[in-house]
């Protein structure tokens, strides 16, 4: 199956794709011996097929013709089903927080991924400036875990991503303008970039989605509630980032053909790295279910456009897939070098470079200026109350030495200039495409 181009395939009707009660309804997973990557994967389409239904939607809002928006009511529908099975494969017995877990290990492991392999410069500065937030929240959602249910995160996950501090989260609340970045040309830029932005920009508005809806239904203390919250407006925060990457010119017709591209991408990768049979069938059959939706995509371009499909998507044929895998020496990498990082206006510059009336330093002053209040510490120093240190899962001591100390919350690092001493690398600014590079045992990384 290599080379593939789901433009060469037969698709099969449309019609034939839509699901009785039966086949919606599938055998949840067993959370005790589902493999944590199963879990992610699963995690990920939900997140993709929401972002299928609900690009349909605004389309169909904004679209004056009846009979395009039959076709994409027809798409939206097997989109809608597909979506329900999949959502549907989390067992019952399976609490949102040990799902919350699985969010953010697919948020560092998949950023992780992409941000590895791609070509651009400031959408791989991007991928790597939220890399370490999300695996901060990994490691605030694992302390509440651990003291409130008392299950052990690191099984969750697998042993195969690290669970301990990076960026804290308490420093990663910036104003809303600091939250744009500029956006790429689809005609210049790589599949792999287009692809990746679509791809991110969907798991991050899922898991900003899930905890705007599951903050209020925590029903095990107040302060999970309160750090749903928080963690919930950092993840609106990534969703703004992320989306403003994508070309702003792209007509609806160009951007339903690269969702429905992506699709075909994603499940393809999924079919091919999958270790669960069953899991394993499901994305096989929703290939060809997608592959009949990029081609009914690629005939309503040339209808309604009058474009070829190759105008949006020059060569069909998929880059090297996405496969999740441990990914720490490169988070590793990116916490010892960029943590002190935040961003500015459409760069991401060390904290340190920021005038003191700059607006990251307002916005912190009215949302942080109590300290004791912010919900992302208050688990920390509950856990430490509680047990006499924070909770973490290390392969090897923090590379950082600010953040070593498993007795205290860090609550000024990358927020207070005096108190982020150590010299961080100005690859992330997005001003200029500098390539800066570690080596590590999984080879030269470059960022």
Avoid at 56 to 65: D, I, L, T, V
Avoid at 228 to 247: N, T, W
Avoid at 254 to 269: G, I, P, R
Avoid at 406 to 431: H, K, Q, V, Y
Wanted: glycine share 4%; proline share 6%.
């Amino acid at each position: 199956m290599q080379n593939f181009n789901p433009f060469d395939e037969k698709p099969i009707p449309i019609e034939k794709t839509f699901m009785d009660w039966r086949a919606i309804n599938p055998c949840p997973y067993n959370k005790e011996e589902t493999d944590a990557y199963t879990k992610t994967r699963i995690v990920l389409m939900n997140g993709t097929e929401f972002e299928a239904q609900w690009f349909s939607r605004n389309f169909s809002r904004h679209c004056p013709c009846n009979d395009l928006r039959r076709e994409l009511a027809i798409l939206r529908r097997v989109e809608q089903q597909q979506q329900k099975l999949i959502s549907c494969l989390k067992p019952r017995d399976e609490s949102i927080l040990e799902h919350t877990i699985t969010y953010e290990q697919l948020a560092v492991d998949l950023t992780s991924v992409l941000a590895k392999q791609e070509p651009d410069c400031t959408v791989r500065n991007a991928l790597n400036f939220a890399l370490l937030e999300d695996f901060d929240h990994l490691f605030r959602y694992s302390n509440l875990l651990d003291m409130e249910y008392g299950i052990c995160p690191e099984k969750l996950v697998g042993g195969y991503t690290e669970i301990m501090p990076a960026r804290p989260t308490i420093s990663e609340h910036r104003h809303p303008i600091d939250s744009i970045f500029p956006d790429v040309c689809n005609k210049e830029a790589d599949i792999l970039t287009k692809l990746n932005i679509g791809i991110i920009t969907a798991a991050e508005q899922q898991t900003m989605n899930y905890y705007m809806n599951v903050a209020p239904l925590y029903d095990k203390s107040d302060l999970g509630r309160r750090l749903y919250q928080e963690i919930g407006l950092i993840e609106e925060q990534h969703v703004s980032q992320y989306e403003s990457l994508k070309d702003t010119t792209a007509t609806w017709l160009e951007d339903l053909l690269l969702h429905e591209y992506t699709e075909c991408y994603l499940y393809y990768s999924n079919l091919l790295t999958e270790t669960d049979p069953c899991i394993r069938s499901i994305w096989e059959e929703f290939l060809c279910y997608e592959i009949a939706h990029l081609h009914k995509a690629k005939d309503l371009l040339c209808k309604y456009e009058g474009k070829d499909w190759q105008e949006v998507i020059p060569c069909g044929t998929f880059p090297q897939i996405v496969c999740l895998r441990p990914n720490i020496d490169y988070v590793r990498a990116i916490i010892e070098t960029t943590t002190g990082n935040t961003q500015s206006c459409s760069s991401i510059v060390p904290l340190g470079c920021l005038d003191p009336c700059a607006p990251f330093f307002r916005y912190q002053d009215i949302v942080n200026h109590d300290v004791c209040c912010v919900p992302s510490h208050n688990v920390i120093d509950a856990r430490i109350n509680c047990k006499g240190k924070d909770y973490r899962f290390q392969t090897s001591p923090h590379p950082l030495p600010e953040l070593r100390n498993r007795c205290e919350d860090n609550t000024s690092l990358a927020r207070i200039p005096e108190c982020t001493p150590f010299e961080t690398s100005e690859c992330g600014t997005t001003d200029n495409c500098c390539q800066c590079k570690v080596r590590t045992s999984e080879g030269t990384i470059y960022f």
